[in-house]
Antibody
Framework: EVQLVESGGHLVQPGGSLRLSCAASGFTFASYWMSWVRQTPEMGLEWVAS????????YYVDFVKGRFTLSRDNANNSVYLQMNRLRAEDTAVYYC????????????????WGQGTLVTVSS | QSALTQPASVSGSPGQSSTISCTGT?????????VSWYRHHPGEAPTVILY???KRPSGVSSRFSGSKSDNTASLSISGLRADDEAHYYCSSYAGSDTVIFGGGTKLTVL
């Protein structure tokens, strides 16, 4: 059974940092792209970032570029999202998702989602 | 990039059909057959119900179907059931290794 378990979300002040973790199990982690998607009441779902199965390619949505860094550890079946210079508008539930690719390259769909971890940015 | 446009809400009676639209541009929905749909019940993880416009993952009911015309994709649900009441989101590849979602549609089963 595929499982994705996020952790690390909590209350942080604007300008602060947070590191989210996602522990994966039930599939060959090193063979899949992984992504983070967040959900806010105002915007709904937003794609945040994706990392290739071997970690050699990473892509980010414009509004997190330069602030968020995605990494993965295939030895420990984990993916991480380092979030710096957090803003109030980053407040969201962050989901770790397994990322399916069309022809191994183009983003196709997200077939498994974790339960999410809540990040609140507020003073 | 602006979010794909979905109606905020739609409704239908049990047994009827309902359709949710998802409008983008010639740079995303109109450019690729990489549109997917997700169902989200509050408190649960979202689940994919369609991908590549009209393909159903294993285990998803044939009551769910998808189509696309120009810059608009559509999700149709036939034989509405009470547990179809949820939020539905569309998503599309938007070029340059980016993904864009719609704002979400709340389906109410009356």
């Amino acid at each position: 059974e595929v499982q994705l378990v996020e952790s690390g979300g909590h209350l942080v002040q604007p300008g602060g940092s947070l590191r989210l973790s996602c522990a994966a199990s039930g599939f060959t982690f090193a063979s899949y792209w992984m992504s983070w998607v967040r959900q806010t009441p105002e915007m709904g779902l937003e794609w945040v970032a994706s990392v290739k199965h071997d970690g050699t390619e990473k892509y980010y949505v414009d509004f997190v570029k330069g602030r968020f860094t995605l990494s993965r550890d295939n030895a420990n079946n984990s993916v991480y999202l380092q979030m710096n210079r957090l803003r109030a508008e980053d407040t969201a539930v962050y989901y770790c998702v397994r990322d399916r690719r069309f022809l191994e390259t183009l983003p196709d769909y997200f077939d498994f989602w974790g339960q999410g971890t809540l990040v609140t940015v507020s003073s | 990039q602006s979010a794909l446009t979905q109606p905020a809400s739609v409704s239908g009676s049990p047994g009827q059909s309902s359709t949710i639209s998802c409008t983008g541009t010639s740079s995303d929905v109109g450019a690729y057959k990489l549109v997917s749909w997700y169902r989200h019940h509050p408190g649960e993880a979202p689940t994919v119900i369609l991908y590549e416009v009209d393909k159903r993952p294993s285990g998803v009911s044939s009551r769910f179907s998808g189509s696309k015309s120009d810059n608009t994709a559509s999700l149709s649900i036939s034989g509405l059931r009470a547990d179809d009441e949820a939020h539905y989101y569309c998503s599309s590849y938007a070029g340059s290794d980016t993904v864009i979602f719609g704002g979400g549609t709340k389906l109410t089963v009356l």
